[in-house]
């Protein structure tokens, strides 16, 4: 593989052979060189936004020609450079391929960049709903599928990419194909990273799901019991949240300075679904539990509760904190390696980076490339901070470094939707696959033989054809 580089001729020759024009104005190019995180910047040197999926088609047709790098962008959600483009690269934006199409029966066919949210809004008029959806629904759907997905039913039903029928898919050869699952190239684009083709439409399974929730929030000030109670009641309720919250007490004296002093608490919240006039009740659930206190309980309709996250992000944008730095971690790790460390990696890490620390459980369901630990019984382990400012950028940094060194010398494995560094060390990849390593490799050269497809995350994976 030799890639070349967009530029002014190469811009004009596109215009001229497929009649769409490229933008390749400062305002435009300064816009897509960043993405959510604002961590790493990389400006593209020219910007698609297809209306059709013709178009779409004839610009990888060009870039195969031409061995042009692209990169995918959905929302621009990432936190490292997945949806930025390498020097001299183009950033191709899918922001509108953005319906919901067809219901038929379990399944429902999306468009690429179709928010969950607009999925629901489908779906939900006929009491069905993905098995797992992710915190934000206002995520892309296809950007979804190509990180993995985690979600509050995730304890149940695993990773979100497990519960997906076919996808339509434009290879790195400008070629349409519908992949099904007995296809190599449907398992590589499911948490491949944009790197195997561009998603178009995807074909989402569904499950039944009663009109109601009622959720049941509960506090723990034991680490042990609240890990005891989590194992003890998955079986009996339908969606699990837990967080672990500081509690600043005052202030307390570290290497000469005075730092936030908290005691940490350990929360669970229960979720049941249910019909009108069937709500469960706090005691029937909780009888074999032992929290420290019930601090809250409501009743709410499915769509409300699926949609609950999105007060925090208007906060988010209301306080200026949107547009502040995101070094967000993900990491799957074994519960067992959890249970062991959590305790001391709490008192270490900044409260000022920690604010919440999320923990879901794991059922081992997945699909293509997401890489999970080998161990049984996992959890994700995130830190999803509302926004940081550059004066405490370095320690949240070294933060992230700390919790890699305890997890991933331990088995865990990164989401790769998070902040993961900013050079990554030459073997990154073929420790993160592990055994699949070959694999996707294979499948590059297979479906993207000129590697067009790439991103500022995955530049050092394949240089002139040699894997690093």
Not at 145 to 159: R, T
Not at 426 to 446: A, P
Request: aromatic share 10%; with cysteine; glycine share 6%.
């Amino acid at each position: 593989m030799s890639i070349h580089q967009w530029n002014t001729e190469i811009i004009k020759q596109h215009n001229k052979e497929t009649g769409q024009a490229l933008l390749s104005d400062e305002q435009t190019l300064v816009f897509f060189s960043q993405d959510f995180g604002k961590l790493i910047q990389s400006k593209p040197s020219a910007v698609c936004i297809p209306q059709h999926l013709d178009s779409l088609q004839s610009l990888i047709t060009f870039a195969y020609q031409h061995k042009l790098p692209v990169t995918i962008r959905g929302n621009g959600l990432s936190q490292c450079g997945q949806s930025l483009p390498v020097p001299g690269g183009l950033t191709l934006s899918m922001q509108h391929f953005n319906k919901p199409l067809e219901l038929v029966e379990d399944t429902i066919w999306v468009e690429a960049n179709t928010s969950w949210a607009d999925l629901l809004a489908i779906s939900l008029q006929h009491n069905k709903a993905p098995f797992v959806l992710p915190y934000n629904c206002n995520l892309s759907v296809a950007g979804v599928l190509s990180a993995g997905g985690v979600g509050s039913s995730s304890f149940k039903y695993g990773a979100i990419n497990a519960h997906v029928s076919a996808l339509e898919v434009i290879d790195g050869l400008g070629v349409k194909q519908i992949a099904t699952k007995d296809s190599p190239l449907f398992h590589a684009c499911l948490s491949g990273q944009g790197q195997f083709g561009v998603i178009t439409k995807a074909c989402m399974q569904l499950r039944a799901v009663q009109s109601k929730v009622k959720t049941f929030c509960l506090v723990y000030s034991s680490q042990e019991q609240w890990f005891e109670d989590i194992y003890k009641i998955r079986d009996k309720v339908d969606y699990m949240e837990l967080f672990c919250s500081p509690s600043i007490q005052g202030a307390k004296l570290k290497e000469g300075k005075r730092v936030p002093l908290a005691q940490w608490l350990y929360g669970l919240h229960l979720s049941i679904e249910y019909e009108e006039g069937a709500a469960p009740e706090l005691n029937d659930l909780i009888k074999d539990l032992n929290p420290w206190q019930v601090i809250n309980n409501q009743e709410e309709t499915i769509s409300s509760y699926y949609l609950r996250h999105n007060s925090r992000f208007e906060l988010m944008k209301m306080l200026g904190q949107w547009d502040l730095l995101h070094p967000w971690y993900e990491c799957f790790v074994a519960t067992k390696v959890l249970k062991e460390h959590l305790a001391e990696l709490l008192q270490r890490l900044p409260v000022h980076y920690a604010s919440l620390v999320h923990v879901v459980p794991m059922a081992k369901q997945k699909a293509g490339f997401l890489m999970l630990p080998e161990e049984e019984s996992i959890c994700s382990v995130m830190i999803l901070n509302p926004g940081v400012p550059p004066l405490l950028k370095d320690s949240c940094l070294q933060a992230i470094q700390d919790l890699d060194s305890c997890f991933i010398e331990q088995g865990g494995k990164r989401y790769l939707s998070g902040f993961l560094g900013y050079e990554l060390p030459s073997n990154y990849w073929s420790k993160h696959f592990g055994e699949q390593h070959d694999l996707w490799v294979h499948l590059k050269k297979q479906f993207d033989p000129e590697g067009i497809f790439s991103s500022r995350l995955h530049h050092t994976q394949f240089v002139k054809g040699k894997n690093l």
